[in-house]
């Protein structure tokens, strides 16, 4: 009762609201002038945490990994009641929406064996990395992605963009990831039976680098898992929550996910819960920020 009437204090006067409620003014502001309970302050605190952990993802994180974070920082909290009070907050994080295919596999052109097979976990970086394309809808037209990402750290370390889905736009993301991994002898290639990852001259490039290349069973997704599920990431987290005029509003939008984002603050389970540069970092003893601005500098001049 006396919540109510703190609560409404700004809108009906508390002398009238005591009387019409039966309770007594003493009352009232003895219970307004009494210090909260300890419970009480501590709850406010995990909650004012929780947000701010929130707003700090650009409103990403849901309550599983708001619960690691904050694990991370000493608190002894279930996911349950992280949820909770996410819901008394009024937040939760971006919800999920689908996406379509976009690879055209109906060719004649040579497909490569799986070597890869759903083999996820590799010991060392420039030893897999993993390649798809996937698309954005701009008010200027479709724009498509292509991403080449590092399988050991999950980091992308090569993208292009461009109006149509060619050969030109995943040759151009693979010399990107070539010129910001050196990868390492043996490098395995993977990607979906596609007609552009599939070109007569997208092998020759493979092979003139030294790259083995690998390609998923025609039509099962799950063979190339995890660069799907950056693409998912990407349009849950970023691509469903902008309404891009331009195709170049969506380009500088999503490079600037990538590097200032995902690449370097993104939570991924199969890391231990750290970001592709911090597992760089904590395996190559560098600079986190460093490695930001150099994945900047090399986009820029690529």
């Given at each position: 009762m006396?919540?109510?009437?703190?609560?409404?204090?700004?809108?009906?006067?508390?002398v009238?609201?005591?009387?019409v409620l039966?309770?007594?003014?003493?009352?009232?502001?003895?219970?307004?002038?009494?210090?909260?309970?300890?419970?009480?302050?501590?709850?406010?605190?995990?909650?004012?945490?929780?947000?701010q952990?929130?707003?700090?993802?650009?409103?990403?994180?849901g309550?599983?990994?708001?619960?690691?974070?904050?694990?991370?920082?000493?608190?002894?909290v279930?996911?349950?009641?992280?949820?909770?009070l996410?819901?008394?907050?009024?937040?939760?994080?971006?919800?999920?929406?689908?996406?379509?295919?976009?690879?055209?596999?109906?060719?004649?052109?040579?497909?490569?064996?799986?070597?890869l097979?759903?083999?996820?976990?590799?010991?060392?970086?420039?030893?897999?990395?993993?390649?798809?394309?996937?698309?954005?809808?701009?008010?200027?037209?479709?724009?498509?992605?292509?991403?080449?990402?590092?399988?050991f750290?999950?980091?992308?370390?090569?993208w292009?963009?461009?109006?149509?889905?060619?050969?030109?736009?995943?040759?151009?993301?693979?010399?990107?990831?070539?010129?910001?991994?050196?990868?390492?002898?043996g490098l395995?290639?993977?990607?979906?039976?596609?007609?552009?990852?599939?070109?007569?001259?997208?092998q020759?490039?493979?092979?003139?680098?030294?790259?083995?290349?690998?390609?998923?069973?025609?039509?099962?997704?799950?063979?190339?898992?995890?660069i799907?599920?950056?693409?998912?990431?990407?349009k849950?987290?970023?691509?469903?929550?902008?309404?891009?005029?331009?195709?170049?509003?969506?380009m500088?939008?999503?490079?600037?996910?990538?590097?200032?984002?995902?690449?370097?603050?993104?939570?991924?389970?199969?890391?231990?819960?750290?970001?592709?540069?911090?597992?760089?970092?904590?395996?190559?003893?560098?600079?986190?920020?460093?490695?930001?601005?150099?994945d900047?500098?090399?986009?820029?001049?690529?």
């Amino acid at each position: 009762m006396y919540k109510f009437i703190y609560e409404h204090r700004h809108e009906f006067r508390v002398v009238k609201m005591c009387q019409v409620l039966g309770v007594s003014r003493s009352g009232y502001y003895d219970w307004k002038n009494r210090k909260p309970s300890a419970r009480i302050v501590k709850r406010e605190g995990l909650k004012k945490q929780i947000y701010q952990i929130y707003i700090k993802s650009q409103k990403r994180y849901g309550s599983p990994k708001i619960t690691q974070i904050l694990r991370r920082h000493g608190h002894t909290v279930t996911q349950r009641t992280v949820s909770r009070l996410m819901k008394e907050l009024g937040i939760r994080s971006i919800t999920k929406k689908k996406y379509k295919a976009t690879t055209h596999s109906k060719h004649h052109l040579p497909v490569y064996p799986n070597l890869l097979n759903q083999q996820f976990k590799v010991s060392q970086p420039g030893s897999v990395w993993v390649a798809d394309i996937t698309y954005v809808y701009t008010k200027e037209g479709w724009l498509y992605l292509a991403t080449v990402m590092d399988l050991f750290s999950r980091r992308i370390i090569g993208w292009a963009m461009a109006p149509r889905m060619t050969k030109a736009l995943v040759i151009s993301a693979l010399n990107k990831a070539y010129t910001i991994q050196e990868p390492r002898e043996g490098l395995i290639h993977h990607s979906d039976q596609g007609s552009q990852y599939a070109s007569i001259e997208y092998q020759n490039l493979l092979r003139e680098k030294g790259i083995q290349s690998s390609m998923s069973r025609k039509g099962n997704c799950y063979d190339n898992a995890c660069i799907a599920s950056f693409h998912s990431i990407i349009k849950k987290e970023l691509i469903h929550h902008k309404n891009y005029q331009t195709r170049n509003e969506a380009m500088f939008s999503i490079v600037e996910y990538i590097l200032t984002f995902y690449n370097s603050k993104s939570m991924h389970s199969t890391l231990n819960d750290m970001s592709p540069l911090n597992l760089r970092r904590n395996t190559q003893q560098n600079n986190l920020a460093h490695h930001v601005l150099f994945d900047f500098q090399k986009y820029m001049m690529s």
